[in-house]
DNA sequence: TTTGTGAATGAACACGTTTTCATTTTGTGA
DNA sequence: TCACAAAATGAAAACGTGTTCATTCACAAA
């Protein structure tokens, strides 16, 4: 009679439905198997006293004999970065519109993977794993994780894992930093630039040293210095305050190349709200990534961008693929990165 | 011989590691669960045998007969919004020390629940939901899911809900804007700020109409009159649009209370870098959630804060007191609200 | 030695589904 | 009407675990 009562009241089973449309259990589950051979009137039949009875197949019985969890993890070490909310959430949504749900786990910010989370993460059976933190080594994952599930390191960089694993095991998705900051340069060089500083991402993250390399190469080949590096680790506060130490204790510089847009924005915040200096007229700043927050008037960032929706179109469809076709070779997706001119430069 | 050959080398089973270490699989369950009583000598050469073979318990065997997924569903509109990433972060790691999972399901922008994802997220059997989008309707959440599974809907109003379920059937946790709104109100009257515009969030979200109300009452308890209404949506885009509108249509304000954070970012951006005006001698802004870059040199935002930590905790502490307790009387926690004072009021 | 108490043990069952396989029904052409 | 393929059907066997229950074991007290 009370609310409590019907606690007990557990989830409507198939045998349950069964009874109620006068079927077999067997004909429920192919009532909810597109593909099983069923009479059109018998499924609908079933479907509506299914639909009644308030029924849904559970999940964990079905991964349990069929072995797909439909369950996809991810591993994330900040799901404040908007870099990575971005990518969690419309990863979600394209998953989720294939009928897999997300499944989280986040590790410690300094990327340290605590082996315990990988082997409680096996215990769900995820159908696919996607790891965000660059500097897991995919080998690590291989070895826990089965060797079946697929696994995608996002943007590592093909030179760092070309010798890694002979046979790699996993598919990937590269980034082609050259494109966006060759771009970058140019503009900067013809506005005049000189003494260019590199601020740095994580030490540990494989997209912030190719980062680093391929502005240095390309500086190289366009005859100018060689950049100031400055240690990062994506925040702020930290490019915040290594900005104020290149003016204060070094010897400054006319422009800032940060690893993304957050540390861009500390770098501008710095110059502008505590040194007294003007971006773009005294120095000029480029971020990367071109998160949301890049166009917000404050800051108007010129920024490398890597798109979104590419990003996404392309992880999802090398996540099908191998969901569909398990035993494929492993595939390789390339992105390629563009500038986008805003107000941080000229 | 080729990696691909051991492909098929599935998940090692309970049988596997119970027939290496010579005992029966029942004692290899028991190794797992802490308190189930078994030969110390035993479970540690059990353990040490699993180790080797790389065995974890089977989740969706073990959901399957406990009645527990060890999975927290989480009902998001937006992961990028920095207020929802912190929530989820936290709460992420947060549940992950107590051995639990997070499911993601992503839900329209504009609010609208598709019936069939709670019908889906139900397949997947969560121990306990939470749902950040403040007006789902807890009835409707109740309908869809099963009475058993305690719910969580965030900062909901006491008044909107007090007669909408007689006996509320989930936990809530509930937030007195009261105190931080009035500490604001009081800051603007003193700084003689007389026409106050409160810039709304999203129409449905029930925290802004208590927002909006609370304000309201408060102005009116102080004899100010009654502030200019502006519709927004929580974006800092819509946000940027009304400022404008409001001083070039309408007859301008000397302080924009904004619903939230983002939206006091707009409203900045558009008085200082569109309009010519300063912030705050010629307008005062203040926001509300305080989200960590509130404090960024840009804008760095006189805000009300809900803090971070206290929310987590409290949400934890009733998700934890649900498992633990199924049965118990539907608990409600109540978080107080204080304003940060930075450089956008005076 | 006997009795009693509690821990340790394993066989059997249960959880809710999909899949296999053998059987029955339906549909089609001669 | 017959023959044959194709579709529809249900019984039984999995999937990998936790739990119940009756039994055995170890040890201390009588």
Not at 73 to 86: A, K, L, N, R, Y
Not at 246 to 275: P, Y
Not at 279 to 299: E, L, R, T
């Given at each position: 009679m009370n609310d409590r009562a019907d606690k007990k009241a557990a989830r409507a089973t198939a045998d349950q439905v069964a009874r109620e449309a006068n079927v077999s259990r067997v004909a429920v589950s192919r009532a909810f198997?597109?593909?099983?051979?069923?009479k059109p009137e018998k499924r609908d039949r079933i479907l509506q006293v299914a639909r009644e009875l308030n029924y849904t197949p559970d999940m964990a019985a079905r991964s349990l004999v069929t072995?797909?969890?439909?369950l996809v993890g991810m591993i994330v070490?900040?799901?404040?970065?908007p870099w990575e909310s971005q990518e969690i959430d419309a990863l979600t949504t394209a998953l989720q519109a294939e009928g897999f749900a997300t499944l989280l786990f986040k590790v410690k910010a300094d990327f340290s993977m605590d082996p315990r989370l990988l082997t409680y993460m096996r215990g769900f059976n995820p159908d696919s794993v996607i790891a965000f933190?660059?500097?897991?080594?995919p080998d690590v994952l291989c070895g826990f994780l089965d060797r079946a599930v697929p696994i995608y390191v996002i943007y590592d960089d093909v030179k760092q894992f070309?010798?890694?694993?002979?046979?790699?095991l996993y598919d990937r998705l590269l980034v082609r930093q050259k494109n966006g900051i060759a771009q970058a340069v140019a503009l900067l060089q013809g506005y005049g630039a000189r003494r260019i500083a590199y601020l740095g991402?994580?030490?540990?993250s494989l997209a912030n040293a190719e980062r680093e390399r391929t502005l240095k190469e390309t500086l190289a080949e366009r005859g100018m210095d060689a950049p100031i590096v400055l240690a990062g680790d994506y925040t702020y506060d930290t490019a915040y305050q290594a900005t104020l130490d290149l003016f204060r204790i070094g010897d400054g510089a006319d422009a800032i190349f940060a690893a993304n847009d957050v540390g861009a924005f500390g770098a501008i915040d710095a110059l502008r709200?505590?040194?007294?200096?003007?971006?773009?007229?005294?120095v000029k700043v480029v971020g990367f990534?071109?998160?949301?927050?890049?166009?917000?008037k404050s800051y108007n960032l010129t920024t490398v961008r890597i798109d979104l929706d590419e990003r996404v179109r392309a992880l999802v469809r090398l996540i099908l693929m191998r969901l569909r076709a398990p035993d494929a070779e492993p595939l390789t997706e390339t992105l390629n990165t563009r500038l986008i001119v805003r107000g941080t430069v000229g």
């Amino acid at each position: 009679m009370n609310d409590r009562a019907d606690k007990k009241a557990a989830r409507a089973t198939a045998d349950q439905v069964a009874r109620e449309a006068n079927v077999s259990r067997v004909a429920v589950s192919r009532a909810f198997n597109p593909n099983a051979s069923l009479k059109p009137e018998k499924r609908d039949r079933i479907l509506q006293v299914a639909r009644e009875l308030n029924y849904t197949p559970d999940m964990a019985a079905r991964s349990l004999v069929t072995g797909r969890s439909h369950l996809v993890g991810m591993i994330v070490p900040d799901v404040c970065s908007p870099w990575e909310s971005q990518e969690i959430d419309a990863l979600t949504t394209a998953l989720q519109a294939e009928g897999f749900a997300t499944l989280l786990f986040k590790v410690k910010a300094d990327f340290s993977m605590d082996p315990r989370l990988l082997t409680y993460m096996r215990g769900f059976n995820p159908d696919s794993v996607i790891a965000f933190t660059e500097n897991i080594l995919p080998d690590v994952l291989c070895g826990f994780l089965d060797r079946a599930v697929p696994i995608y390191v996002i943007y590592d960089d093909v030179k760092q894992f070309a010798g890694a694993a002979s046979g790699t095991l996993y598919d990937r998705l590269l980034v082609r930093q050259k494109n966006g900051i060759a771009q970058a340069v140019a503009l900067l060089q013809g506005y005049g630039a000189r003494r260019i500083a590199y601020l740095g991402g994580k030490a540990q993250s494989l997209a912030n040293a190719e980062r680093e390399r391929t502005l240095k190469e390309t500086l190289a080949e366009r005859g100018m210095d060689a950049p100031i590096v400055l240690a990062g680790d994506y925040t702020y506060d930290t490019a915040y305050q290594a900005t104020l130490d290149l003016f204060r204790i070094g010897d400054g510089a006319d422009a800032i190349f940060a690893a993304n847009d957050v540390g861009a924005f500390g770098a501008i915040d710095a110059l502008r709200h505590e040194l007294g200096l003007s971006v773009p007229d005294d120095v000029k700043v480029v971020g990367f990534d071109d998160i949301p927050q890049a166009h917000w008037k404050s800051y108007n960032l010129t920024t490398v961008r890597i798109d979104l929706d590419e990003r996404v179109r392309a992880l999802v469809r090398l996540i099908l693929m191998r969901l569909r076709a398990p035993d494929a070779e492993p595939l390789t997706e390339t992105l390629n990165t563009r500038l986008i001119v805003r107000g941080t430069v000229g």
